[in-house]
């Protein structure tokens, strides 16, 4: 009696390690490069970090609009220690294999981080709408409670937002390709792996990002508002000082969009576009707004930068 042995297709074994990537053919080098990397991170998140100090302990900086900086820097500080392992792992190590489950739980936090950090520009430019439209009630429409309030119910929404990621990517089968497009893990990069069918995963990745557009909309309305009340006032000299109070958070919102706009554009008109250019804005992307917040916040915001100066003359005398 003849038994045919059943055939094992090698293509649709299970893979459980993916594996990210530094910079393409200048591996020798990523030591080199985990250098200023370490670095922006360690700026990143010591300023982050002095931010919430300052406005813990400073009276003076009990305000609403500190209130929601200090959100903003909790989600710097998110997204920089989400991505730290595996840029660390990747330039410092040299070790890019991450597991199925680890990289999904990575996913998880750098969308979810990113999306706070897309609704907490949005709320600020609604604190500085409301801070020029009623000034004389600015303190009774945002108190402290409110402020909390505000800041719970956008954390639960960006949670439930991005929670169904893990999930429908756990779901999928992954059995051809494990190499990934950078040196952390994206829904999106993660979801192209899979040979199984991915729609859902693709639909819903749209429906987040129109999400982010969305945000980015209302913050633009909310400028266009904020420029028409400046418009309205006589004095020049006035008109300079409110908008000044707006400068800080313009600079956070370009420096936050711009990298994730250009991206898209690279992505959907110039495919052709060496992959090096890609993934130096995916990492300016993750790296660039962690760091530069602070730095921005700490030279345009005065009773920020007067605190600084002021601590600083204390160890010196």
Same mark, same amino acid.
């Given at each position: 009696?003849?038994?045919?042995?059943?055939?094992?297709?090698?293509?649709?074994?299970?893979?459980?390690?993916?594996?990210?990537?530094?910079?393409?053919?200048?591996?020798?080098?990523?030591?080199?490069?985990?250098?200023?990397?370490?670095?922006?991170?360690?700026?990143?998140?010591?300023?982050? %970090?002095?931010?919430?100090?300052?406005?813990?302990?400073?009276?003076?900086?009990?305000?609403?609009?500190?209130?929601?900086?200090?959100?903003?820097?909790?989600?710097?500080?998110?997204?920089?220690?989400?991505?730290?392992?595996?840029?660390?792992?990747?330039?410092?190590?040299?070790?890019?294999?991450?597991?199925?489950?680890?990289?999904?739980?990575?996913?998880?936090?750098?969308?979810?981080?990113?999306?706070?950090?897309?609704?907490?520009?949005?709320?600020?430019?609604?604190?500085?709408?409301?801070?020029?439209?009623?000034?004389?009630?600015?303190?009774?429409?945002?108190?402290?409670?409110?402020?909390?309030?505000?800041?719970?119910?956008?954390?639960?929404?960006?949670?439930?937002?991005?929670?169904?990621?893990?999930?429908?990517?756990?779901?999928?089968?992954? %059995?051809?390709?494990?190499?990934?497009?950078?040196?952390? %893990?994206?829904?999106?990069?993660?979801?192209?792996?899979?040979?199984?069918?991915?729609?859902?995963?693709?639909?819903?990745?749209?429906?987040?990002?129109?999400?982010?557009?969305?945000?980015?909309?209302?913050?633009?309305?909310?400028?266009?508002?904020?420029?028409?009340?400046?418009?309205?006032?006589?004095?020049?000299?006035?008109?300079?000082?409110?908008?000044?109070?707006?400068?800080?958070?313009?600079?956070?919102?370009?420096?936050?969009?711009?990298?994730?706009?250009?991206?898209?554009?690279?992505?959907?008109?110039?495919?052709?576009?060496?992959?090096?250019?890609?993934?130096?804005?995916?990492?300016?992307?993750?790296?660039?707004?962690?760091?530069?917040?602070?730095?921005?916040? %700490?030279?345009?915001?005065?009773?920020?930068?007067?605190?600084?100066?002021?601590?600083?003359?204390?160890?010196?005398?």
């Amino acid at each position: 009696l003849h038994i045919s042995m059943p055939i094992i297709n090698t293509s649709e074994i299970e893979i459980s390690i993916f594996y990210l990537v530094g910079i393409p053919g200048m591996e020798p080098t990523n030591i080199w490069f985990s250098i200023p990397i370490c670095f922006m991170y360690l700026v990143a998140i010591l300023g982050n %970090c002095a931010i919430l100090f300052f406005v813990k302990t400073e009276p003076s900086l009990h305000e609403p609009m500190y209130y929601f900086l200090s959100i903003l820097s909790l989600s710097d500080l998110g997204l920089s220690l989400s991505s730290l392992p595996t840029m660390l792992r990747v330039f410092l190590f040299s070790t890019p294999g991450i597991s199925l489950d680890a990289c999904i739980a990575q996913e998880f936090f750098i969308h979810g981080f990113s999306a706070m950090e897309s609704s907490v520009h949005l709320i600020m430019s609604f604190d500085r709408f409301i801070a020029i439209y009623y000034p004389l009630r600015y303190t009774s429409i945002l108190t402290s409670a409110r402020v909390i309030q505000i800041g719970l119910l956008f954390t639960l929404k960006n949670v439930l937002l991005i929670l169904p990621f893990p999930f429908t990517l756990k779901h999928l089968r992954y %059995c051809k390709k494990n190499l990934l497009s950078h040196s952390y %893990c994206l829904h999106q990069d993660v979801m192209k792996l899979a040979c199984s069918d991915n729609k859902v995963n693709v639909i819903y990745g749209l429906f987040v990002a129109l999400t982010g557009i969305l945000d980015l909309t209302f913050i633009f309305v909310s400028y266009v508002l904020i420029l028409k009340a400046v418009l309205s006032i006589a004095s020049q000299k006035e008109r300079l000082k409110v908008l000044n109070t707006c400068v800080s958070h313009i600079c956070a919102v370009l420096i936050f969009y711009m990298p994730i706009i250009s991206l898209a554009v690279i992505y959907r008109f110039a495919k052709h576009t060496s992959p090096l250019i890609r993934i130096l804005m995916a990492d300016v992307f993750l790296l660039i707004p962690p760091l530069m917040n602070p730095i921005v916040y %700490c030279m345009k915001t005065q009773q920020i930068r007067n605190l600084i100066l002021g601590k600083l003359c204390q160890k010196q005398s």
